[in-house]
T-cell receptor, first 111, second 119 residues
Framework: NAGVTQTPKFQVLKTGQSMTLQCAQDMNHNSMYWYRQDPGMGLRLIYYSASEGTTDKGEVPNGYNVSRLNKREFSLRLESAAPSQTSVYFC??????????FGPGTRLTVT | AQKVTQAQTEISVVEKEDVTLDCVYETRDTTYYLFWYKQPPSGELVFLIRRNSFDEQNEISGRYSWNFQKSTSSFNFTITASQVVDSAVYFCALSLDNAGGTSYGKLTFGQGTILTVHP
């Protein structure tokens, strides 16, 4: 039982490049989330998926897209990376009525 | 909108001291959930506690204790006899509905408090 996994762990992009952050959970949770963590700002919600086939915007969705590929996987895509998207990205999942379980994070640097 | 404030950006203590991390929240809803997460230097987020808005009883778990006061909208976290391994960033968070309602358990986080425990 791996919990929530994220790939890659580290990534460096040039401005304008695109990439997809992958997230998968093996706990059969319906709800999944993407957050970004910036110094002094805590974690902020980018997008979430309440169940397979649904996605919705969080607090800071601009510049990102998501796909809930199936119940296990929830990916985050940066179409044209900007330096302001340099951050640590966390994926999480949650069972009904429970707390969120977080992945190990992806540290992204955009130069 | 919800808001969580952790006014203490950084706290530094010496081992065996007690330390309290403050958390103040804002919400207009009467049903909500409060959380504390720990982020050690390795970077992962570790769940510590969840408390619903109808349960104001204090909770103790080993050296950790939590004081929830609705009257002051606070959910403070105390570590007794701190240890070097307690050094981490601690986040307080709030969600409106943890039971699968329309808020889908989305978390609003505070800014975090960096705790450093010196030997």
């Amino acid at each position: 039982n791996a919990g929530v996994t994220q790939t890659p762990k580290f990534q460096v992009l040039k401005t304008g490049q695109s990439m997809t952050l992958q997230c998968a959970q093996d706990m059969n949770h319906n709800s999944m989330y993407w957050y970004r963590q910036d110094p002094g700002m805590g974690l902020r919600l980018i997008y979430y998926s309440a169940s397979e086939g649904t996605t919705d915007k969080g607090e800071v969705p601009n510049g990102y897209n998501v796909s809930r590929l199936n119940k296990r996987e929830f990916s985050l895509r940066l179409e044209s990376a900007a330096p302001s998207q340099t951050s640590v990205y966390f994926c999480a999942s949650r069972p009904p009525g429970g707390e969120q379980y977080f992945g190990p994070g992806t540290r992204l640097t955009v130069t | 909108a919800q808001k969580v404030t952790q006014a203490q950006t950084e706290i530094s203590v010496v081992e065996k001291e007690d330390v309290t991390l403050d958390c103040v929240y804002e919400t207009r809803d009467t049903t909500y959930y409060l959380f504390w997460y720990k982020q050690p230097p390795s970077g992962e987020l570790v769940f510590l506690i969840r408390r619903n808005s109808f349960d104001e009883q204090n909770e103790i778990s080993g050296r950790y204790s939590w004081n929830f006061q609705k009257s002051t909208s606070s959910f403070n976290f105390t570590i007794t006899a701190s240890q070097v391994v307690d050094s981490a960033v601690y986040f307080c968070a709030l969600s409106l509905d943890n039971a699968g309602g329309t808020s889908y358990g989305k978390l609003t986080f505070g800014q975090g408090t960096i705790l450093t425990v010196h030997p």
